[in-house]
Nanobody, 121 residues
Framework: QVQFVESGGAWVQPGGSLRLSCAAS????????TTWFRQAPGKEREDVSC???????WIDASVKGRFTISRDDAKNTVYLQMNNLKFDDTAVYSC???????????????WGVGTLVAVSS
């Protein structure tokens, strides 16, 4: 059974940094694309970044230059390094996969429950 467990969310002041983890089980992360999504209070869920099977990645323009996605194949874990956090980054961050090798917004088959990032002074 495919499962994702996210961790690393916390309260942080603007300008701070966090690293989120997405640990996979029942699934080999390096064989498929994994996407980080976020959903802010009262807003629709949006995709933030995706890492493909070959290690290449896509990142949304709103976080480009501040967020970086990476993967540790030995740990079967995908990370989202978030720097220079802003108020608008407050959201529940979740990881998911469509079980495809390329990045896509829809058609996710497996989701984690998410981890909360709260940016506040």
């Amino acid at each position: 059974q495919v499962q994702f467990v996210e961790s690393g969310g916390a309260w942080v002041q603007p300008g701070g940094s966090l690293r989120l983890s997405c640990a996979a089980s029942g699934f080999t992360s390096r064989d498929y694309a994994t996407t980080w999504f976020r959903q802010a209070p009262g807003k629709e869920r949006e995709d933030v970044s995706c890492i493909r099977d070959d290690g290449s990645s896509w990142i949304d323009a709103s976080v480009k230059g501040r967020f970086t996605i990476s993967r540790d194949d030995a740990k079967n874990t995908v990370y989202l390094q978030m720097n220079n956090l802003k108020f608008d980054d407050t959201a529940v961050y979740s990881c998911a996969t469509s079980m495809l090798t390329w990045c896509t917004t829809g058609g996710m088959r497996y989701w984690g429950v998410g981890t909360l990032v709260a940016v506040s002074s």
